[in-house]
C-alpha cells in the first residue's frame, strides 16, 4: 500500500506542475502569426485590417469601418480590436491609417500578453524574415527593444517591445506607406 501511496503522490505532484506550466503558456508564436497575417502584408485600406482582424477572433473596440470612412482625398482611421479566449485577455491590435486616399501611412502594431522576451526575436526573425537586428537600450534590464529591417529593398522597419515581468507584455509595430492593389 506505501508503494501505491506514493505512486499516486508523485502522480499529483506531477499534474501539479503540469498545471503550472500550462498557467504560463507562451504566446509569442501567437504574436508572430498574428503580426504576420495582418500587418505584415501592409493592408492598403483600413477595412481590409478589419476584415483580417475580426477572422482572427479580434473584437473591435467600435463601429464597423463604412465605405464612406474610407472615402475621400485624404483618410484619418484608427481601428483597435482585442483578442480574447477562453475569458481571458490575449491581445490586441491598433492600425492607424492617415493621409491621402492614394497612399496613407500606415503604423500597425500587434501586442499580446504571456511573450517570452528570450524567444521573441528569433521567432520575428525566422517568420517574418526580418534581418539586421538593432538592439535599442531601454531604462532598466526589464524591458528589451529591437528594430529589424523587412522586404527586400522597401526600407521598411519592425519595431519589437517586450517585458520580462510579468504579465509579459509585447508588441510588433510596422509604419509603411500603403499603395492599393
Same mark, same amino acid.
Given at each position: 500500500?506505501?508503494?501505491?501511496?506514493?505512486?499516486?503522490?508523485?502522480? !499529483?505532484?506531477?499534474?501539479a506542475l503540469?498545471?503550472?506550466?500550462?498557467? /504560463? /503558456?507562451?504566446?509569442?508564436? !501567437?504574436?508572430?502569426?498574428?503580426f504576420a497575417k495582418i %500587418?505584415?502584408?501592409k493592408p492598403a485600406r483600413p477595412s481590409q485590417v478589419e476584415r483580417i482582424a475580426a477572422s482572427l477572433g479580434f473584437v473591435s473596440d467600435g463601429r464597423p469601418i463604412t465605405a464612406e470612412?474610407?472615402?475621400?482625398?485624404?483618410?484619418?482611421?484608427?481601428?483597435?480590436?482585442?483578442?480574447a479566449r477562453r475569458g481571458e485577455r490575449l491581445g490586441s491590435m491598433t492600425a492607424y491609417f492617415?493621409?491621402?486616399?492614394?497612399?496613407?501611412?500606415?503604423? %500597425?502594431?500587434?501586442?499580446?500578453?504571456?511573450?517570452?522576451?528570450?524567444?521573441?526575436?528569433g521567432l520575428i526573425e525566422t517568420s517574418?524574415?526580418?534581418r539586421e537586428r538593432t538592439d535599442k537600450p531601454s531604462n532598466d534590464g526589464n524591458h528589451r527593444l529591437a528594430i529589424w529591417r523587412v522586404g527586400s529593398g522597401?526600407?521598411?522597419?519592425?519595431?519589437?517591445?517586450?517585458?520580462?515581468?510579468?504579465?509579459?507584455?509585447?508588441?510588433?509595430?510596422?509604419?509603411?506607406?500603403a499603395t492599393k492593389r
Amino acid at each position: 500500500m506505501i508503494g501505491v501511496g506514493r505512486f499516486a503522490l508523485a502522480g !499529483l505532484a506531477l499534474l501539479a506542475l503540469a498545471g503550472a506550466a500550462g498557467a /504560463e /503558456e507562451d504566446n509569442s508564436a !501567437l504574436l508572430v502569426d498574428l503580426f504576420a497575417k495582418i %500587418c505584415a502584408p501592409k493592408p492598403a485600406r483600413p477595412s481590409q485590417v478589419e476584415r483580417i482582424a475580426a477572422s482572427l477572433g479580434f473584437v473591435s473596440d467600435g463601429r464597423p469601418i463604412t465605405a464612406e470612412m474610407e472615402r475621400g482625398a485624404n483618410i484619418d482611421i484608427l481601428y483597435a480590436a482585442k483578442l480574447a479566449r477562453r475569458g481571458e485577455r490575449l491581445g490586441s491590435m491598433t492600425a492607424y491609417f492617415t493621409g491621402p486616399d492614394d497612399g496613407p501611412s500606415v503604423s %500597425c502594431t500587434v501586442s499580446a500578453v504571456g511573450v517570452s522576451a528570450d524567444a521573441l526575436p528569433g521567432l520575428i526573425e525566422t517568420s517574418l524574415k526580418a534581418r539586421e537586428r538593432t538592439d535599442k537600450p531601454s531604462n532598466d534590464g526589464n524591458h528589451r527593444l529591437a528594430i529589424w529591417r523587412v522586404g527586400s529593398g522597401s526600407g521598411d522597419t519592425l519595431e519589437m517591445s517586450v517585458w520580462r515581468t510579468a504579465p509579459h507584455r509585447a508588441s510588433i509595430n510596422i509604419n509603411y506607406d500603403a499603395t492599393k492593389r
